[in-house]
Nanobody, 117 residues
Framework: QVQLVESGGGLVQAGDSLTLSCVVS????????MGWYRQAPGKQRELVAE???????NYVNSVKGRFTISRDDVRNTVNLQMNNLKPEDTAVYYC???????????WGQGTQVTVSS
C-alpha cells in the first residue's frame, strides 16, 4: 500500500515563505512524476508544479518565479518551496505521484496553506 504524507502547511502573512514536504512510503517500484496540486474553496483542483523522473519541471504561470519543486528519489520525497506567498495562494495543497510503467496515481490527504493580507 502506498502512502503519501504531506507536511509544512500553515497560516502565514503575504510575502512570507513556506516549504511543503511529501513523504512517500510503501511498496513502490519507481516513481515517474511527482507533483503538487491545490484546491481553493469553490474552485477546481489545479496543478501547481510537477517534476518528472528526469527532473524536468513545470509550473502554473501564477507561481513561476516564486515556487520551486524538488524531489529526492532516495528518500522518496518531493518538496515545494513557496516564496513571496500571496493571499490567492490560499488553498489545500495535495501531493500526487505517478508510478512508472503502471501510471497508477496516488494522492496525499492534503495540507492547508492560508496566506493573510
Amino acid at each position: 500500500q502506498v502512502q503519501l504524507v504531506e507536511s509544512g502547511g500553515g497560516l502565514v502573512q503575504a510575502g512570507d515563505s513556506l516549504t511543503l514536504s511529501c513523504v512517500v512510503s510503501g511498496n513502490i517500484f519507481r516513481i515517474r512524476d511527482m507533483g503538487w496540486y491545490r484546491q481553493a474553496p469553490g474552485k477546481q483542483r489545479e496543478l501547481v508544479a510537477e517534476i518528472s523522473s528526469t527532473s524536468i519541471t513545470n509550473y502554473v504561470n501564477s507561481v513561476k518565479g516564486r515556487f520551486t519543486i524538488s524531489r529526492d528519489d532516495v528518500r522518496n520525497t518531493v518538496n515545494l518551496q513557496m516564496n513571496n506567498l500571496k493571499p490567492e495562494d490560499t488553498a489545500v495543497y495535495y501531493c500526487k505521484i505517478t508510478i512508472m510503467r503502471t501510471f497508477h496515481e496516488h494522492w496525499g490527504q492534503g495540507t492547508q496553506v492560508t496566506v493573510s493580507s
